[in-house]
């Protein structure tokens, strides 16, 4: 089982479902892959209740001992070398997948590069090629580059999983039918 990241922010039970699936990866290792989005940061969940959720019923330690797991957590997974998942989306700065190899872990989610761009990245229908992300992270990225990105890695899917409630169905066909967006959600 692949899960796709966000596992906090996400509702009031985000120590619920993080302890969930941390016991099911302690349980199954070899079955349950847990990658990292951008949730999975101490900015973001700190602004966004994750922090306050584990100080108020816990302490600040517990807090710290999470953010190291997030922190050491993989930033995306290939299927059968065709397809590639990640929480956020694809990067132009990704010339080569021995490029993830190199990442040390555990590590901050910068604003740019890979990494911003694997747990960030937005499509845009609007635009060609990438652009600067409105989110001031990351960045967008048009249909072309999509295609452009799948041919140069052969890939024939992508899928994600960062835009909630954008989403009106479970999946997106975009760009040829090569990228998904699964709708991500309130507990």
């Known amino acids: 089982y692949l899960f796709l990241g966000d596992y906090v922010d996400r509702g009031p ?3 619920e479902v993080i302890v969930l699936l941390f ?3 302690v349980l199954h290792p070899d079955d349950i892959v847990l990658l990292r989005g951008n949730h999975e940061s101490r900015p973001v969940n700190m602004q966004y209740g994750f922090y306050m959720e584990i100080k108020k019923r816990y302490s600040a330690t517990l807090y710290e001992c999470f953010q190291y797991a997030f922190y050491t957590m993989p930033f995306c997974a ?3 070398k065709r397809i590639l998942c990640m929480h956020g989306g694809i990067s132009e700065e990704l ?3 021995k490029q993830l190899e190199k990442i040390e872990r555990p590590c901050d989610i910068p604003d740019i590069g890979v990494i911003a761009d694997l747990t960030w990245a937005d499509p845009d229908p609007n635009i060609s090629g990438y652009e600067e992300s409105p989110r001031g992270a990351a960045r967008i990225f048009g249909a072309d580059a999509l295609k452009n990105f799948c041919k140069l890695h052969g890939l024939d899917l992508v899928v994600r999983a960062h835009q909630v409630g954008i989403i009106l169905s479970w999946k997106t066909w975009w760009a040829n039918r090569v990228y998904i967006t699964r709708k991500t959600g309130r507990v």
Do not use: G, H
Request: glycine residues 0%.
């Open 78 to 80: 290939r299927v059968e």
């Open 95 to 97: 010339m080569d997948f």
């Open 13 to 15: 039970y985000s120590l």
């Open 23 to 25: 016991a099911y990866k």
